[in-house]
């Protein structure tokens, strides 16, 4: 059974930047593209960022682009967020997810296999 489990969230200022990390467990991971989502209160979940098994290859939604960047440690089972810049608006429960099948960027909801439990970010102006 897949385990996925996030940590870094926590309040910052705006401008300010967090590391979120999420160890996963249970499959073997380097053979599954992983991604961050996020959901504010009262908005549906949505896509942050994806990343490729072997790391090369990442996607970004545009409200990021530029400020976070995603990365991964295949012998460590663990996926990273780096956000920088941080906005009043990035504030969200973050959740990272896997892939559905083997081998695909995560980009969408459709593409996700399973969900952590999620770290909340709070950014202060």
């Known amino acids: 059974q897949v385990q996925l489990v996030e940590s870094g969230g926590g309040l910052v200022q705006a401008g300010g930047s967090l590391r979120l990390s999420c160890a996963a467990s249970?499959?073997?991971?380097?053979?599954?593209?992983m991604g961050w989502f996020r959901q504010a209160p009262g908005k549906e979940r949505e896509f942050v960022s994806g990343?490729?098994?072997?790391?090369?290859?990442?996607v970004y939604a545009d409200s990021v682009k530029g400020r976070f960047t995603i990365s991964r440690d295949n012998t460590k089972n663990t996926v990273y967020l780096q956000m920088n810049s941080l906005k009043p608006e990035d504030t969200a429960l973050y959740y990272c997810?896997?892939?559905?099948?083997?081998?695909?960027?995560?980009?969408?909801?459709?593409?996700?296999?399973?969900w952590g439990k999620g770290t909340q970010v709070t950014v202060s102006s």
């Open positions: 997810a896997d892939g559905r099948t083997t081998f695909r960027i995560v980009t969408t909801t459709q593409h996700v296999g399973s």
């Open positions: 249970g499959r073997t991971f380097r053979t599954y593209g």
């Open positions: 990343i490729s098994v072997s790391g090369a290859s990442t």
